[in-house]
């Protein structure tokens, strides 16, 4: 499945961990040409190595803080350089930011997680929208945008993360619109929104905690990197999701069912 991804040209941000990293795998296993992405180097070398090993036809690791626009822009124009163009976008970094209650939150916890989950995605998106245009012109074939969204989009998030949940409903959004922007362009726009997924996501809590979100999902456990990563594929493949657009894809083990 998902031959057609073969060689293409993936660019997925926050990728040196987590759901970014088991999708980085799961693209190498089928011979893509991979950029991935982190604010820090700590385990890029490793990442990058792995992903050779497993048979991508190219790897390139960018480091970039994508909280800032001129970092946005450096970080495609590297990917671009690197390996001539793009055919698609999975915007995967983010994360909580910190938690707050509402009447302590100042202008600064404000823009850190708006620009952690916001405006990267929107800088990374609009700086890639010319290449992703070209590659569906060249290839006569859609060019996708990913992104990963959230369950706490859909229900508000836990006390304290307002302003992440709604970041991220803020994503699931924005994708409709860019869906009557670009469409034209045959460029298609789609989310995955992870339940809880078992990643450093979650490492502040403890495993009393741990436990009882547990018992609030259907499956009664955390999902696992590797369960989440195929999704990432489905979208980016012209061949079996050519058609979908505009949709949000939700992986959480029946934690939720909108
Ligand atoms: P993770 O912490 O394991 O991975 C996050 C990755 O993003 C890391 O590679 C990190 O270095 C990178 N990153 C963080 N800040 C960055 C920045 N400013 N610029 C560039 N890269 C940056 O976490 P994860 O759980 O795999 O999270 C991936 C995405 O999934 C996030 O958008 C998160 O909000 C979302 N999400 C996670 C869960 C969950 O339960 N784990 C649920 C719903 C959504």
Same mark, same amino acid.
């Given at each position: 499945?998902?031959?057609?991804?073969?060689?293409?040209?993936?660019?997925?941000?926050?990728?040196?961990?987590?759901?970014?990293?088991a999708t980085?795998?799961e693209?190498?296993?089928?011979?893509?040409?991979? /950029?991935?992405?982190?604010?820090?180097?700590?385990?890029?070398?490793?990442?990058?190595?792995?992903?050779?090993?497993?048979?991508?036809?190219?790897?390139?690791?960018?480091?970039?803080?994508?909280?800032?626009?001129?970092?946005?822009?450096?970080?495609?124009?590297?990917?671009?350089?690197?390996?001539?163009?793009?055919?698609?976008?999975?915007?995967?970094? /983010?994360?909580?930011? /910190?938690?707050?209650?509402?009447?302590?939150?100042?202008?600064?916890?404000?823009?850190?997680?708006?620009?952690?989950?916001?405006?990267?995605?929107?800088?990374?998106?609009?700086?890639?929208?010319?290449?992703?245009?070209?590659?569906?012109?060249?290839?006569?074939?859609?060019?996708?945008?990913?992104?990963?969204?959230?369950?706490?989009?859909?229900?508000?998030?836990?006390?304290?993360?307002?302003?992440?949940?709604?970041?991220?409903?803020?994503?699931?959004?924005?994708?409709?619109?860019?869906?009557?922007?670009?469409?034209?362009?045959?460029?298609?726009?789609?989310?995955?929104?992870?339940?809880?997924?078992?990643?450093?996501?979650?490492?502040?809590?403890?495993?009393?905690?741990?436990?009882?979100?547990?018992?609030?999902?259907?499956?009664?456990?955390?999902?696992?990197?590797?369960?989440?990563a195929p999704?990432?594929?489905?979208?980016?493949?012209?061949?079996?999701?050519?058609?979908?657009?505009?949709?949000?894809?939700?992986?959480?083990?029946?934690?939720?069912?909108?």
């Open positions: 499945m998902f031959e057609d991804l073969k060689g293409k040209r993936v660019l997925i941000t926050g990728s040196t961990a987590g759901m970014g990293l980085a795998r693209f190498a296993k089928h011979g893509a040409k991979i /950029g991935i992405n982190s604010h820090m180097t700590e385990g890029s070398e490793e990442a990058v190595a792995e992903l050779q090993e497993l048979g991508a036809q190219g790897v390139v690791f960018i480091q970039a803080n994508l909280m800032k626009t001129a970092e946005c822009e450096r970080c495609v124009s590297e990917f671009v350089a690197e390996f001539g163009g793009m055919d698609v976008l999975i915007n995967n970094a /983010g994360g909580l930011g /910190g938690r707050e209650n509402l009447e302590n939150i100042d202008d600064e916890f404000y823009d850190r997680v708006m620009d952690l989950n916001g405006r990267s995605v929107l800088m990374m998106t609009k700086y890639s929208i010319p290449h992703l245009r070209q590659s569906a012109k060249e290839s006569g074939e859609t060019a996708a945008v990913v992104g990963t969204g959230s369950i706490a989009a859909r229900e508000g998030g836990g006390v304290g993360a307002g302003i992440y949940a709604a970041s991220k409903a803020w994503l699931h959004d924005i994708h409709r619109n860019w869906v009557k922007e670009f469409t034209k362009d045959n460029i298609r726009f789609n989310i995955v929104a992870p339940g809880t997924i078992d990643t450093a996501f979650h490492d502040g809590k403890s495993d009393e905690l741990k436990a009882h979100i547990a018992s609030t999902i259907a499956m009664g456990r955390f999902g696992k990197i590797e369960e989440v999704t990432f594929l489905f979208f980016s493949s012209h061949k079996y999701s050519g058609y979908i657009t505009g949709q949000i894809l939700d992986v959480n083990g029946g934690q939720m069912c909108p």
